[in-house]
Every structure is written in C-alpha cells, then in structure tokens.
C-alpha cells in the first residue's frame, strides 16, 4: 500500500513530515509524524504514543521532542491513538473509550475489529516507514508515551521484546486495576478485565524474560489529577518491580507537577537523552 506524503515543515533543521496510509491493522486509513535530523543518517527511531483524546500532531506539537532528538540525531515517530470512522459500537460518545482512545491494544471482541493498536505500531508501522525512503535504522527502536500512551508504551516494550528502551510519562501501570483501564478491557477484549492481564504492564513483568533486566524510565507528577484518582497507580508497578527483583527500572514521583504537556515538556530532553544512550549503543 502506498504511503503519500501529505505535508513537511523544517524543524531544528531536520524535517517533521506527515504521511497518510491505508493501515491493514485497522482496515482504514491513518496518518503519523515522523521527525528525521538533518544529516545522512540512518537514524534510530523513537517512537511516541499520545494519551486519550490525542492524535497524531499532539506530541509532535506539545511535547517538544523535536530539539533534543536534533541534538542527539534520532528519528522521531508519531502514530494516531486509534483507528478512526471505525463505525465500531460507542466510537464517539465518550473521551476515554473509542476513537482517541485504542489503549493500543489488539481488540479481541468482534465488535472493535479495527482496534488492533499493537499489531499497527509494533508490526505495520515499521513497514509503513520502510515505504517513507526516510533514512531510519529500524533496527534501533526505543519507545515512549504518555499516559494511555505510556501504558503503551510499557506493554509494547515488554511484551514484543523489539525496542532498546522505554519511558514514559504520568503511564496507567495497572489497567485492570483502574477505571480507565477496566472500561477500555470490559468494551475491547472478548474475556474483558481478566483478559485484560495480557495487556497489563505491572502483569507483564512477570514474564520470563523480564529477569534479563529492563531499561525503564518513568516520571509522573505529585499534583497529577488522574494519579490522585488512582487511574495510573505507579506504585503499583514499582512494589511489584521490587518483588520480582527486576532491574533497570527508574520511576521517579516529580513534585508539583501535574498531568499535562507542560509536565512532559519538562522531562522531554532528559526522556530522549535516556533513549540516546541505548539508541546509540
Ligand atoms: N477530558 C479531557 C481530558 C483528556 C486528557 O487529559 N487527555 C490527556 C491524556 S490523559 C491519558 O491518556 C492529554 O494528553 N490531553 C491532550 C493535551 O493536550 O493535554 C479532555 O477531553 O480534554
């Protein structure tokens, strides 16, 4: 399937180009950012998943990746958080559910076919970007994202095994646990919340593979609305990181900040100089 450009701006000297594509994963189309440095490259690859409610452009626009990945000369990626026109019951009537809010998860209910967020970033989108030309290393990809996006961002790393590093910003780290997370599992997945252990980060350290170590940083915020209400229950993930006596894993509680662009934009060159490391190791 072809993949069209549809418009690129010069940013710090390298170029943030959007394409669109028709996606097999979702049966539709769909359209990412990708941020490549100036140079000959090949570049390697960052990806950044956005939270609920956002698409393609929020972290491109909001989070202020862009100069630090210049400086370390990495390729940014930027998918949607969904399918989208999927048709697919209750699509559209609530924030945290449907479009804007794929969980990136593979849906097992016939009902979300389209929702197959894992399989579109962990195995089509490489693809996807292979058919850009844009000089990437596919070979060297780190991840992160923030809050739905930073639950991604834990599962896809731990669960495909592909990427070097992960980090993430304010992550849901217990779905199943928290109201978010149980109505995306309840509406998404056949076997509903306990289904849902599959898609679950604290679970998912419990993979054998895990014990080999990990290479994970999180930071969420003291003022952060959605951890006060108990939607992303880091300490979760950290207790049961502790249990299993899993290494590589830093989760930092940053006071005073809160769950928005400006808590991200605070920690974005420390997020892509962690992945600098790895990236380009
Ligand atoms: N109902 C509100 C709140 C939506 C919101 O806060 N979304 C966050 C992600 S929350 C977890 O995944 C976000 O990143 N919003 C975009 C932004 O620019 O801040 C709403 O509909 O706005």
Known sequence: MPVTKVKTNKC?????????????SYGLETKFNVFVPEGEGPFSVLYYLAGLTCDEDTGAMKGTFESPAAKHGIALVFPDTSPRGSNSPNDTLSWDFGTGAGFYID???????????????????PELLRETGLALDLERQGIMGHSMGGHGALTLYLKSGQYRSCSAFAPITNPRLCPWGKKA???YLKGGVEEGKEWDATELLGLSRVKEGLRILFDWGDADEFYLSGQLLPENFLNKVKELGVEGVQGRKREGYDHSYYFIMSF??????FHAKWLKA
């Open 185 to 187: 599992f309840a509406g």
């Open 268 to 273: 974005a060159e420390e997020h892509v100089a």
């Open 107 to 125: 849906a097992s209910h016939p009902s979300y076919a389209a929702y197959q967020g894992y399989t579109y970033v962990t195995h089509e989108l």
């Open 12 to 24: 710090f000297s390298g170029h943030l180009t959007k394409f669109s594509a028709h996606s097999e």
